[in-house]
T-cell receptor
Framework: GAGVSQSPSNKVTEKGKDVELRCDPI?????LYWYRQSLGQGLEFLIY????????KSGLPSDRFSAERTGGSVSTLTIQRTQQEDSAVYLC??????????????FGPGTRLTVL | SQKIEQNSEALNIQEGKTATLTCNYT??????LQWYRQDPGRGPVFLLL???NEKEKRKERLKVTFDTTLKQSLFHITASQPADSATYLC?????????WGAGTKLIIKP
């Protein structure tokens, strides 16, 4: 079956532009996660969705970052007025809905964002 | 705040030997701890999950231990192979957030 997919795979943008990243989770996975990974670093948790709601948005780095999920499936992460420090790989993962941390997460290939 | 530490230096192991990676954490008592493998340019892949009431978990050549007193998890790969070379990440739950270690790069030399 299909795994988690993300688009685009690579995005190069100019500082100040808005970008939208998309994640298609595995069918039936109601939990969805967004992470950011800078070169040589671990994963930075951004936001977690259970269905269409996000219990905690405090991981989002600034108010330029927002995420939404509709229909309990596809999610989009939007970064407004991009800055060079936003350059990183943005990873999406999904899992079964049995509680945060108690299930394995399935990751997409990531979107590599480069802000010039 | 919750903090996870993994050995930041690469671990070089001779093929056939056992590789042991360490994950230490502070300021929390997680109910679960997970281990993932990440290859360059790819997303992490789940390996094992261990619960706080489990001392040890095994899967083929992999073994994970979880010592809640020491606040430490050890990840072992027995009979290591060059294909086991990758970065290994541990993660635990704290306040609706999954907190990840930076990972340890494992290199298995033929």
């Amino acid at each position: 079956g299909a795994g988690v997919s993300q688009s685009p795979s690579n995005k190069v943008t100019e500082k100040g532009k808005d970008v939208e990243l998309r994640c298609d989770p595995i069918s039936g996975h109601t939990a969805l996660y967004w992470y950011r990974q800078s070169l040589g670093q671990g994963l930075e948790f951004l936001i977690y969705f259970q269905g269409n709601s996000a219990p905690d948005k405090s991981g989002l780095p600034s108010d330029r970052f927002s995420a939404e999920r509709t229909g309990g499936s596809v999610s989009t992460l939007t970064i407004q007025r991009t800055q060079q420090e936003d350059s990183a790989v943005y990873l999406c993962a999904s899992s079964l809905p049995r509680g945060l941390g108690s299930n394995e997460q399935f990751f997409g290939p990531g979107t590599r964002l480069t802000v010039l | 705040s919750q903090k996870i530490e993994q050995n930041s230096e690469a671990l070089n192991i001779q093929e056939g030997k056992t590789a042991t990676l360490t994950c230490n954490y502070t300021n929390y008592s997680p109910a679960y701890l997970q281990w993932y493998r990440q290859d360059p340019g790819r997303g992490p892949v789940f390996l094992l999950l261990i619960r706080e009431n489990e001392k040890e978990k095994r899967k083929e050549r992999l073994k994970v231990t979880f010592d809640t007193t020491l606040k430490q998890s050890l990840f072992h790969i027995t009979a290591s192979q060059p294909a086991d070379s990758a970065t290994y990440l541990c993660a635990l739950v704290g306040n609706y957030q999954l907190i990840w270690g930076a990972g340890t790069k494992l290199i298995i030399k033929p």
